[in-house]
Protein backbone atom coordinates (compact mmCIF):
# COMPACT_ATOMS: atom_id res chain seq x y z
CA UNK A 1 0.00 0.00 0.00
CA UNK A 2 2.78 2.52 0.86
CA UNK A 3 4.43 1.49 -2.34
CA UNK A 4 1.51 2.40 -4.22
CA UNK A 5 0.49 5.35 -2.77
CA UNK A 6 4.04 6.52 -3.82
CA UNK A 7 4.14 5.61 -6.98
CA UNK A 8 0.47 7.39 -7.14
CA UNK A 9 1.97 10.45 -5.90
CA UNK A 10 5.40 10.71 -8.30
CA UNK A 11 3.03 10.31 -11.17
CA UNK A 12 1.06 13.47 -9.90
CA UNK A 13 4.14 15.07 -9.73
CA UNK A 14 5.27 14.01 -13.28
CA UNK A 15 1.35 15.09 -14.47
CA UNK A 16 1.67 18.32 -13.24
CA UNK A 17 5.51 18.91 -14.04
CA UNK A 18 4.42 17.69 -17.93
CA UNK A 19 1.46 20.82 -17.75
CA UNK A 20 3.64 23.33 -16.65
CA UNK A 21 6.19 22.56 -19.16
CA UNK A 22 3.73 22.26 -21.80
CA UNK A 23 1.96 25.37 -20.52
CA UNK A 24 5.48 27.26 -21.14
CA UNK A 25 5.42 25.82 -24.90
CA UNK A 26 1.88 26.57 -25.73
CA UNK A 27 1.69 30.25 -24.46
CA UNK A 28 5.59 31.70 -24.67
CA UNK A 29 4.68 33.33 -27.93
CA UNK A 30 0.90 35.34 -29.03
CA UNK A 31 -1.12 33.36 -30.96
CA UNK A 32 -3.07 31.75 -28.49
CA UNK A 33 -7.01 31.98 -26.93
CA UNK A 34 -8.47 31.61 -23.56
CA UNK A 35 -12.02 29.97 -23.48
CA UNK A 36 -14.21 29.85 -20.48
CA UNK A 37 -17.64 28.07 -20.50
CA UNK A 38 -20.26 26.64 -18.40
CA UNK A 39 -22.16 23.86 -19.32
CA UNK A 40 -25.27 21.78 -18.18
CA UNK A 41 -25.34 17.01 -17.78
CA UNK A 42 -28.33 16.77 -20.63
CA UNK A 43 -27.78 12.75 -19.86
CA UNK A 44 -25.68 11.31 -17.01
CA UNK A 45 -25.23 7.70 -14.87
CA UNK A 46 -22.78 6.42 -12.67
CA UNK A 47 -21.32 2.94 -12.47
CA UNK A 48 -23.46 0.68 -11.02
CA UNK A 49 -22.34 -0.79 -7.49
CA UNK A 50 -22.72 -4.49 -6.23
CA UNK A 51 -22.73 -5.86 -2.63
CA UNK A 52 -20.53 -8.80 -1.50
CA UNK A 53 -22.76 -11.55 -2.57
CA UNK A 54 -22.87 -10.32 -6.21
CA UNK A 55 -26.49 -8.26 -6.37
CA UNK A 56 -26.98 -4.56 -7.19
CA UNK A 57 -26.05 -2.33 -4.74
CA UNK A 58 -26.80 1.11 -6.36
CA UNK A 59 -28.02 1.22 -9.65
CA UNK A 60 -26.83 4.07 -12.32
CA UNK A 61 -29.40 6.57 -12.72
CA UNK A 62 -29.31 9.93 -11.82
CA UNK A 63 -31.62 13.02 -10.17
CA UNK A 64 -31.45 16.52 -10.49
CA UNK A 65 -28.98 19.53 -11.65
CA UNK A 66 -25.15 18.28 -13.12
CA UNK A 67 -22.66 21.04 -14.44
CA UNK A 68 -19.65 22.50 -14.74
CA UNK A 69 -17.52 25.85 -15.11
CA UNK A 70 -14.21 25.60 -16.83
CA UNK A 71 -11.31 27.33 -18.62
CA UNK A 72 -8.88 26.48 -21.63
CA UNK A 73 -6.29 27.93 -22.97
CA UNK A 74 -5.31 26.99 -26.59
CA UNK A 75 -2.41 27.38 -28.71
CA UNK A 76 -2.97 27.64 -32.84
CA UNK A 77 -0.65 25.56 -34.35
CA UNK A 78 -1.91 26.06 -37.84
CA UNK A 79 -5.39 26.87 -39.36
CA UNK A 80 -7.22 23.20 -38.46
CA UNK A 81 -4.83 22.42 -35.19
CA UNK A 82 -5.75 23.97 -31.03
CA UNK A 83 -3.79 22.21 -28.71
CA UNK A 84 -4.01 23.86 -25.00
CA UNK A 85 -4.34 22.96 -21.15
CA UNK A 86 -8.13 23.22 -19.28
CA UNK A 87 -9.27 22.87 -15.56
CA UNK A 88 -12.78 22.75 -14.84
CA UNK A 89 -14.81 22.61 -11.34
CA UNK A 90 -17.55 19.87 -11.96
CA UNK A 91 -20.66 19.27 -9.59
CA UNK A 92 -22.19 15.47 -11.02
CA UNK A 93 -25.70 14.76 -10.63
CA UNK A 94 -27.30 12.55 -7.77
CA UNK A 95 -27.91 9.02 -8.17
CA UNK A 96 -31.63 8.19 -8.17
CA UNK A 97 -32.69 6.05 -5.01
CA UNK A 98 -32.57 2.17 -5.87
CA UNK A 99 -34.54 -0.72 -4.71
CA UNK A 100 -32.44 -2.88 -3.03
CA UNK A 101 -34.63 -5.18 -1.62
CA UNK A 102 -38.74 -5.09 -1.02
CA UNK A 103 -37.83 -3.43 2.46
CA UNK A 104 -34.16 -1.05 1.80
CA UNK A 105 -33.40 1.23 -0.75
CA UNK A 106 -29.78 2.96 -1.18
CA UNK A 107 -29.02 6.19 -2.80
CA UNK A 108 -25.55 8.02 -2.37
CA UNK A 109 -22.05 7.42 -3.24
CA UNK A 110 -22.01 10.58 -5.34
CA UNK A 111 -18.95 13.25 -5.84
CA UNK A 112 -17.40 16.20 -7.59
CA UNK A 113 -14.79 16.67 -9.23
CA UNK A 114 -12.04 19.07 -10.66
CA UNK A 115 -10.20 17.52 -13.86
CA UNK A 116 -7.08 18.91 -14.55
CA UNK A 117 -6.34 17.99 -18.72
CA UNK A 118 -4.82 18.66 -22.43
CA UNK A 119 -7.31 19.49 -25.08
CA UNK A 120 -6.85 19.15 -28.54
CA UNK A 121 -9.49 21.08 -31.13
CA UNK A 122 -9.36 20.01 -34.97
CA UNK A 123 -11.11 23.29 -37.13
CA UNK A 124 -12.45 22.38 -40.07
CA UNK A 125 -12.16 25.01 -42.80
CA UNK A 126 -14.76 26.34 -44.35
CA UNK A 127 -15.89 29.68 -46.24
CA UNK A 128 -18.30 30.58 -43.40
CA UNK A 129 -19.07 32.92 -40.20
CA UNK A 130 -19.74 29.42 -38.54
CA UNK A 131 -16.87 27.20 -37.44
CA UNK A 132 -17.80 23.81 -36.44
CA UNK A 133 -14.90 21.56 -34.84
CA UNK A 134 -14.01 18.35 -32.98
CA UNK A 135 -12.74 18.38 -29.76
CA UNK A 136 -10.89 15.86 -27.24
CA UNK A 137 -9.77 16.10 -23.42
CA UNK A 138 -7.27 13.90 -21.38
CA UNK A 139 -6.30 14.37 -18.07
CA UNK A 140 -6.81 13.27 -14.64
CA UNK A 141 -9.76 13.93 -12.56
CA UNK A 142 -9.52 14.98 -9.06
CA UNK A 143 -12.76 13.33 -7.06
CA UNK A 144 -13.80 14.98 -3.31
CA UNK A 145 -16.74 15.51 -1.45
CA UNK A 146 -18.09 12.03 -1.31
CA UNK A 147 -21.63 11.41 0.25
CA UNK A 148 -22.31 8.49 2.16
CA UNK A 149 -23.78 5.56 1.20
CA UNK A 150 -27.93 5.56 2.44
CA UNK A 151 -29.60 2.50 3.61
CA UNK A 152 -33.27 3.45 4.20
CA UNK A 153 -35.92 1.04 5.65
CA UNK A 154 -39.31 1.43 4.33
CA UNK A 155 -40.53 -0.65 7.20
CA UNK A 156 -39.46 1.42 10.20
CA UNK A 157 -38.20 4.80 8.28
CA UNK A 158 -34.67 4.53 9.61
CA UNK A 159 -31.56 5.37 7.22
CA UNK A 160 -27.94 3.90 8.20
CA UNK A 161 -25.38 5.96 6.73
CA UNK A 162 -21.88 4.47 6.00
CA UNK A 163 -18.91 6.33 5.05
CA UNK A 164 -17.16 6.45 1.92
CA UNK A 165 -13.45 7.02 0.75
CA UNK A 166 -13.00 8.09 -2.83
CA UNK A 167 -9.71 8.06 -5.38
CA UNK A 168 -9.05 10.24 -8.72
CA UNK A 169 -8.87 9.01 -11.67
CA UNK A 170 -8.60 9.23 -16.08
CA UNK A 171 -10.95 11.63 -17.24
CA UNK A 172 -11.30 11.79 -20.93
CA UNK A 173 -13.93 13.23 -23.22
CA UNK A 174 -14.83 13.41 -26.88
CA UNK A 175 -17.16 16.33 -28.99
CA UNK A 176 -18.05 18.41 -31.05
CA UNK A 177 -18.64 21.80 -31.29
CA UNK A 178 -19.55 25.60 -33.38
CA UNK A 179 -18.05 29.03 -33.63
CA UNK A 180 -19.98 31.97 -34.10
CA UNK A 181 -18.37 35.48 -34.00
CA UNK A 182 -16.29 34.24 -30.00
CA UNK A 183 -18.93 32.28 -29.00
CA UNK A 184 -18.88 28.49 -28.75
CA UNK A 185 -21.40 25.76 -28.07
CA UNK A 186 -20.45 22.35 -27.43
CA UNK A 187 -21.71 19.07 -27.38
CA UNK A 188 -19.38 16.45 -24.97
CA UNK A 189 -19.32 13.04 -23.46
CA UNK A 190 -17.26 12.75 -20.83
CA UNK A 191 -16.05 10.47 -18.31
CA UNK A 192 -14.71 10.71 -14.78
CA UNK A 193 -12.93 7.51 -13.14
CA UNK A 194 -13.05 7.38 -9.23
CA UNK A 195 -13.04 4.11 -7.56
CA UNK A 196 -14.87 4.29 -3.87
CA UNK A 197 -14.23 2.47 -0.70
CA UNK A 198 -16.07 2.10 2.82
CA UNK A 199 -14.21 3.73 5.04
CA UNK A 200 -11.51 1.52 6.20
CA UNK A 201 -12.26 -1.09 3.81
CA UNK A 202 -9.30 -2.22 1.41
CA UNK A 203 -11.99 -3.07 -1.24
CA UNK A 204 -12.97 -0.45 -3.92
CA UNK A 205 -15.52 -0.49 -6.10
CA UNK A 206 -15.76 1.81 -9.92
CA UNK A 207 -17.64 4.45 -9.80
CA UNK A 208 -17.36 6.39 -12.98
CA UNK A 209 -19.43 9.10 -13.77
CA UNK A 210 -20.15 9.74 -17.67
CA UNK A 211 -22.46 12.05 -19.25
CA UNK A 212 -23.30 13.77 -22.56
CA UNK A 213 -23.23 17.34 -21.78
CA UNK A 214 -24.07 20.82 -23.44
CA UNK A 215 -21.22 23.91 -22.94
CA UNK A 216 -21.38 27.56 -23.94
CA UNK A 217 -18.32 29.45 -24.10
CA UNK A 218 -16.77 32.91 -25.36
CA UNK A 219 -13.27 33.06 -26.91
CA UNK A 220 -10.84 35.61 -25.82
CA UNK A 221 -8.27 35.92 -28.52
CA UNK A 222 -4.31 37.29 -27.41
Known amino acids: MKIFNLWRKLTLKKLFLLLIVLSNILFAKSNFYI ?3 IGIDLV ?5 IDDDNGNSLLGDKTKGFGGEVAIEGYKILNESIDLGLGVAYQDHSDRKHFDYTSNVDTSGVQYRSIPVYLAGRYNFLL ?3 TKPYLRANLG ?4 FNSSDLEEKNSVNDQTEKTAIDIDGGLYYGIGTGIEYKDYTIELMYAINQCKSSIDGSHSKDRTDYDRISLLIGYRFNF
Open 35 to 37: NPK
Open 44 to 48: SRYEK
Open 127 to 129: ESK
Open 140 to 143: YSFN
